[in-house]
Antibody, heavy 117, light 113 residues
Framework: EVQLVESGGGLVQPGGSLRLSCSAS????????MNWVRQAPGKGLEWVAN????????YYVGSVKGRLTISRDNAKNSLHLQMNSLRAEDTAVYYC??????????WGQGTPVTVSS | DIVLTQSPDSLAVSLGERATINCKSS????????????LAWYQQKPGQPPKLLIS???TRESGVPDRFSGSGSGTDFTLTISSLQAEDVAVYYC?????????FGGGTKVEIK
């Protein structure tokens, strides 16, 4: 069964850091582009970042450049998002999403991140 | 960045009636390389992650009921639910995967009238 399971979400103060992880199973992880997509409470979907299967290419939405870093460990079938200098506007459910190419067709259940003092 | 504008923001349709959602892209998401539109449609039900319904503007994913159809090319796209069922109540998003940053439309909430 194709599955993505996120972890690492929680409550963090503004300016703080958090590291999200995503564990993949049921497919050839190293062949997939992997993404983080977020959804603020009551709002729409926002793509955050993605990384190529071999890790050689990474792309980010402008609002997170320099603060959030995507990475992957193909030996462990895992994806990560290091989140630094967090702001209130980063509060959202973060989804781990995979696909062959930029089409995103495998979604996790999401992990919530709340940035608040 | 490619901007996707969805309309309407919400619509209420009677059971068995047609629901139509529009998505306008600026600029175009049609690739001159392979003559394909890099446009997808997702369905999100409350408390669930989005589910891919349609890729390449009009290709239904495996298991998606045939009452869902996608059409359009270039800059104008439509998702049609031909006969609305109770389980179709959800928010629908268009999304372009032509290039980074990947972008979504604002979403359309579909309800039963």
């Amino acid at each position: 069964e194709v599955q993505l399971v996120e972890s690492g979400g929680g409550l963090v103060q503004p300016g703080g850091s958090l590291r999200l992880s995503c564990s993949a199973s049921g497919f050839t992880f190293s062949s997939y582009w992997m993404n983080w997509v977020r959804q603020a409470p009551g709002k729409g979907l926002e793509w955050v970042a993605n990384i190529k299967g071999d890790g050689s290419e990474k792309y980010y939405v402008g609002s997170v450049k320099g603060r959030l870093t995507i990475s992957r460990d193909n030996a462990k079938n895992s994806l990560h998002l290091q989140m630094n200098s967090l702001r209130a506007e980063d509060t959202a459910v973060y989804y781990c999403v995979g696909g062959l190419g930029f089409l995103m067709d495998v979604w996790g259940q999401g992990t919530p991140v709340t940035v608040s003092s | 960045d490619i901007v996707l504008t969805q309309s309407p923001d919400s619509l209420a349709v009677s059971l068995g009636e047609r629901a139509t959602i529009n998505c306008k892209s600026s600029p175009s998401v049609l690739s001159r390389y392979n003559n394909k539109d890099f446009l997808a449609w997702y369905q999100q039900k409350p408390g669930q992650p989005p589910k891919l319904l349609i890729s390449w503007a009009s290709t239904r994913e495996s298991g998606v009921p045939d009452r869902f159809s996608g059409s359009g090319s270039g800059t104008d796209f439509t998702l049609t639910i031909s006969s609305l069922q109770a389980e179709d109540v959800a928010v629908y998003y268009c999304q372009q995967y032509y290039g980074a940053p990947l972008t979504f439309g604002g979403g359309t909430k579909v309800e039963i009238k």
